[in-house]
């Protein structure tokens, strides 16, 4: 586990995926299907837990300009600043399996925000950075 500091807010607009973990694929189709061709944003997957106890998922993109996401019919949400606990998937795809293990882990720091999230950051097609944030009095 390293520590990962996020310098800013992130405004985000993102496409909730219809059941976890198998709606997950189609939310990042739909949320790509909203980009245009040959965009290469960076893309975040967004999980929490639910009062019910299920996860919900959220594909999601930082906004390219203020209203974007409303221009696209989308909700938004802030990322925020930031320290994070976080680990680096180095070509996660041989193994999908290694997210969720890897949250499993950083989920066990006792110093994390209690009403945190999940968050994955894809950073090339190959790489995921998976954070989950510290308390803010951390």
């Given amino acids: 586990m390293e520590k990962y500091i996020m310098e800013k807010d992130r405004t985000v607009f993102y496409v909730e995926a219809s059941s976890f973990p198998e709606g997950v694929g189609g939310a990042y ?34 906004e390219s300009f203020p209203g974007e996401a409303a221009q696209l019919g989308c909700k938004t949400m ?4 930031g320290i994070y606990a976080s680990e680096l998937l180095v070509d996660w795809k041989k ?4 997210i969720g293990r890897t949250f499993q882990t950083l989920l066990q720091h006792p110093d994390l925000d209690p009403n945190g999230y999940c968050l994955e950051i894809y950073q090339s097609g190959k790489d995921v950075l998976c954070l989950v944030p510290f308390s803010e009095e951390k």
């Fill in 29 to 62: 189709m739909k949320l790509h299907a909203l980009l245009p061709a040959g965009n290469q944003r960076t893309t975040y997957g967004i999980s929490h837990m639910n009062d019910k106890g299920q996860i919900v998922y959220k594909a999601a993109v930082e």
């Fill in 78 to 81: 802030v990322i925020r600043k």
């Fill in 95 to 98: 193994d999908e399996t290694i």
